[in-house]
């Protein structure tokens, strides 16, 4: 069965680094989301990408944050600087739908685990 | 604006008993979805049910929706140990966003 996969599983940094989450959304999907949840917390939208563009982002999805599309297969998310309070789990999801599809079934990816010391 | 939230936030039950979990939003939605996350790891998708659908099943697993409570349920029969997780509902809108809003999930554990 086709699934989301993301790398690496945990990501270490120190205050300041810029890191890159990488996501292989399942192959037939056209559209891309991330998400994060802080430990404890709900899960939160951050952005999502159609046609080589972002086509919505969360007020969490500031100027310290991009993403990409860099080859046909692959999705990251880039933190330039990294904050002690974006340590959290980041999903990468994708969907073959989006808005107003009557499916808009959002796969989601198993995490990466980012601690930001 | 848009919220999922679950009822009952933490729920205990006995390997065998069935176990309801409950989802409340606010807005008007397309489609709404369940998610399951075992602890610190990733969201296993369960089930998606459309705001034209009432009820819908996989296996043990049974989601209805109300759209006109706004309210969905999900039904676990015949609960397993391995059913041990926190179960998340999660909504889009029909406002013109990408975006699913997830609820504050409801964590089970099913005794064996």
């Known amino acids: 069965e086709p699934e989301v996969t993301q790398t690496p599983s945990h990501q270490v940094t120190q205050m300041g680094q810029e890191v890159i989450l990488r996501c292989v959304p399942i192959?037939?999907?056209?559209?891309f989301y991330w998400y994060r949840q802080i430990l404890g917390q709900k899960v939160e939208f951050l952005v999502s990408?159609?046609?080589?563009?972002?086509?919505?982002k969360s007020e969490i999805f500031d100027d310290q944050f991009s993403v990409e599309r860099p080859d046909g297969s692959n999705f990251t998310l880039k933190i330039r600087s990294t904050k002690l309070e974006d340590s959290a789990m980041y999903f990468c999801?994708?969907?073959?739908?989006?808005?107003?599809?009557?499916?808009?079934?959002?796969?989601f990816g198993p995490g990466t685990r980012l601690t930001v010391l | 604006s848009q919220q999922g939230e679950e009822d009952p936030q933490a729920l205990s039950i006995q390997e065998g008993e069935n176990a309801t979990m409950n989802c409340s939003y606010k807005t008007s939605i397309n489609n709404l979805q369940w998610y399951r996350q075992n602890s610190g790891r990733g969201l296993v998708h369960l089930i998606l049910i459309r705001s034209n659908e009432r009820e819908k099943h996989s296996g043990r697993l049974r989601v209805t929706l109300d759209t006109s409570k706004k309210s969905s349920s999900l039904l676990i029969t015949a609960s397993r140990a391995a059913d041990t997780a926190s179960y998340f509902c999660a909504t889009d809108s029909t406002s013109g966003t990408y975006k699913y809003i997830f609820g504050t999930g409801t964590r089970l554990k099913v005794l064996a």
């Open positions: 990408f159609y046609n080589n563009e972002i086509s919505e």
């Open positions: 192959s037939n999907h056209l559209y």
């Open positions: 999801a994708s969907s073959d739908a989006g808005w107003g599809a009557s499916y808009n079934e959002q796969f």
